[in-house]
């Protein structure tokens, strides 16, 4: 059964100050891992996806990167508005045909300023 | 406009009565999602479609069925409401490519008495 955990569970951090968020994945064959931010009552809103060991994308002060057994979201430089819940997904081939993503719980994340 | 549209988006109901959440996208996917959200369990996959023709129960189908009426509609029914299916639920829609990116609704909350 493929699991994805994320740690901490809760961060809170002063603005300015960066960190990085943990995904760790036990899959059969990652075919794909996917990071979304989620504001209180709303939908998950993509921001990466990662394909394959060591590939890394970024935006604005969000960076994400993949290792075979987990993927890190680091936060350099945050602002209050980069408060949220940050999930991390996988889509991973143990499902057979099946295409749905795997969720890790979140890590909620607090930017005070 | 939302790419991917969810109605209602707050919906209070009793237990035993018959349910109807909706789901419309204008990103011309062909895949479409219906996903459950409960504090401290993360996102569940209830049903996916591939297309019209195509639907498949995913990790928690019973007590859902679904409906595609049309590549731009899905549909998550519940036969009889129980308690334990108040939750926020989440449509969601990818491209026709293994492990593409899936993009959400922005969710109802239901509530069953």
Request: some cysteine.
């Amino acid at each position: 059964e493929d699991q994805v955990t994320q740690s901490p569970e809760a961060l809170r951090l002063q603005e300015g100050e960066s960190s990085s968020l943990n995904c760790s994945y036990t899959v059969s064959g990652l075919r794909g891992l996917f990071w979304y931010r989620q504001d209180p009552g709303k939908g998950p809103e993509f921001l990466f996806t990662l394909y394959s060991a060591g590939e890394e994308k970024e935006k604005e002060r969000l960076k994400a990167t993949l290792t075979k057994k987990e993927s890190f979201l680091h936060i350099t430089a945050p602002k209050p508005e980069d408060s949220a819940t940050y999930l991390c997904a996988a889509n991973s081939y143990s499902g057979g045909g099946a295409d749905g993503l795997t969720f890790g719980k979140g890590t909620h994340l607090i930017i005070q300023p | 406009d939302a790419d991917v549209t969810q109605t209602p988006r707050n919906r209070i109901t009793k237990t035993g009565k018959r349910i109807m959440l909706e789901c419309s996208q204008t990103k011309g996917h062909d895949r479409m999602y219906w996903y459950r959200q409960d504090p401290g369990l993360g996102l569940r996959l209830i049903y996916y479609s591939f297309d019209v023709k195509d639907i498949n129960k995913g990790e928690i189908s019973d007590g859902y069925s679904v409906s595609r009426q049309a590549q731009a509609k899905f549909s998550l029914s519940l036969e009889s409401a129980i308690p334990n299916q108040t939750a926020l639920y989440f449509c969601a829609t990818s491209d026709n490519r293994v492990a593409d990116t899936q993009y959400f609704g922005p969710g109802t909350r239901l509530t069953v008495l």
